[in-house]
DNA sequence: ATAGTGTTTAACATTTTTGTTAAACAAAAT
DNA sequence: ATTTTGTTTAACAAAAATGTTAAACACTAT
């Protein structure tokens, strides 16, 4: 028999409908400890289609979590590696990560909550090549003055917090803060100029 | 009958010593849904004291919860009021958050993920008290020229990004780019310097 | 010493969450 | 039509986590 996909009403095969629901919650809603039945409830299915596609809930938290390390890396090199001028990079991975942030705002968290619990970490070599590549550009920048002499590594971390930690912490400054939604859309929006301006100086 | 605590042997009462542990879990060790048994565990005693002294697990979450607000609120608030200059102030603030971290380094994202589960927000008052004052200095250090010129929310925004990310973030950081605990450290004993250098300009 | 108080423990009960099985169901191929 | 294959469901079983009770314990004051 051929393996033809069973393709639902909603234009979703249950496997995929199950696992989108199961990042939405995790990485869109930050529900970390969704059960299999508030997972299978989200999505309107069975509960028990969940054993039957993933064997047990330990797997499909290992799928999600492999997909999401996969997407981050993509993402990344697919800038990193790609022929546009260093500032016009930064620009890109920045527009890149408010997009991605749109739909997956707590992506970020849940990869870190997953390392502590004794998750480990896929594709070294192919990192690896991408922060040696990145660390070149970063030393001839510097040397250019760009941007201020520091240790790259230094670098990464200023523009990667600048960029992720509003978003991926948007609960705990909006409500400290008492911002709207709207209010923080905005102070979002604005970021991208702010972003730029404090790594580069203006 | 007074109410003298018993003191235990290692010099704490239980009921703070279970207090102590699941914060040490939760923010220290970012376990995020220890259960009560891990709890009881690491703290040495029985799993039933927990709800002796707290009645249920959820008290147990409620209270460290807002400890943890409380905690970050004093310490913001104590050097918001002090009496330094300007600058001064972020160089205090940002040695009490590495200090801090040292000790709790997931309190912030434990944070976002109680607000994720429908948790509010405590003294909202006091923080509108701390915020409009340091809203006010901000707008003095941006006329002096000492500060770019932006809205306050994104210079905090910035400050706090460039401070607690990559302490909360330390194992996705870590294990991206395959750093040792001895090479992590030495990176955050130099972020101080880099922290004000990206702030203020060089 | 012992009565009184608060603390700790173990045994039990309950609830919540997960996993399994067999039967019902739907679509396609023979 | 009926066999085959894969999907979905409901009923059940098992495991994990939480909560309750009563009895044992330890310290203090009388």
Do not use: H, W
């Amino acid at each position: 028999m051929l393996n033809t996909m069973y393709i639902k009403n909603k234009d979703e095969a249950t496997e995929e409908l199950i696992k989108n629901t199961a990042k939405r919650l995790f990485f869109g809603e930050g529900k970390f400890n969704a059960t299999t039945q508030e997972i299978a409830d989200a999505a309107g299915v069975n509960r028990t289609l969940i054993n039957y596609y993933f064997r047990s809930r330990d797997k499909l938290f290992e799928i999600v979590f492999s997909d999401a390390q996969d997407k981050e890396q993509q993402r990344t090199e697919s800038i990193i590696f790609s022929e546009l001028p260093f500032k016009a990079k930064i620009e890109e991975f920045i527009d890149d990560s408010f997009v991605m942030a749109k739909e997956y705002p707590y992506m970020e968290i849940y990869l870190v909550t997953q390392f502590n619990q004794g998750c480990y970490f896929k594709d070294e070599e192919g990192m690896e090549r991408m922060l040696k590549k990145f660390y070149e550009e970063l030393n001839i920048e510097m040397s250019k003055g760009t941007i201020e002499k520091m240790e790259p590594i230094q670098f990464i971390i200023n523009m990667v917090s600048l960029i992720s930690f509003p978003i991926s912490m948007r609960p705990l400054f909006q409500r400290t803060m008492r911002l709207t939604d709207a209010e923080y859309e905005k102070i979002l929006d604005d970021r991208k100029e702010i972003i730029m301006n404090t790594l580069f100086g203006k």
